[in-house]
């Protein structure tokens, strides 16, 4: 199970039914719901039904049925709202401003005005640098845990 809630989440209140939400999808193990703030009209968070702070949280056979349902509200973004495609994302602890695992699933379109919400890109300082990165990276994903 997720880990307990020591303090009022408002995601959990709102899958409890005690915080009102404009759900668009409501299943056994996930919820989602109008974002409150939208970036545009229809921008969707998608929430596991129990309580996970982040997706390192998130046990590993709900990863492909939770990310399922973020698929099928990407496609409903270009079925149903005609958008050209989606944007999905989700922050961990950094930006996150519910600390409750979501994934935004936003509308696109082309011109649609959407700047500053990525952030400034770096360089690296040489492809050394790079290639250490990437072992630092590739070392820990290889590395029995």
């Known amino acids: 199970m997720g880990e307990a809630v020591s303090k009022a989440c408002l995601f959990?209140?709102?899958i409890k039914g005690e915080r009102p939400a404009h759900v668009v999808l409501d299943v056994p193990d996930a919820m989602a719901f109008l974002d409150t703030r939208p970036l545009f009209?229809?921008?969707t968070l998608l929430v596991p039904r129990t309580h996970y702070e982040t997706l390192t949280d998130l046990p590993g056979d709900l990863l492909g049925p939770?990310?399922?349902q973020a698929q099928?509200?990407?496609e409903a973004m270009e079925s149903v709202l005609e958008a050209a495609g989606s944007f999905v994302a989700m922050n961990n602890r950094i930006s996150q401003s519910v600390p409750h695992l979501h994934v935004h699933v936003v509308p696109r379109n082309p011109k649609d005005g959407l700047r500053g919400f990525f952030w400034p890109r770096q360089k690296y300082a040489s492809d050394s640098e790079a290639a250490a990165y990437a072992t630092r990276l590739s070392k820990a994903l290889t590395t029995p845990t």
Do not use: D, V, W, Y
């Open 12 to 14: 959990c209140e709102i």
């Open 41 to 43: 009209k229809g921008h």
């Open 66 to 68: 939770f990310f399922a």
């Open 72 to 74: 099928r509200l990407a």
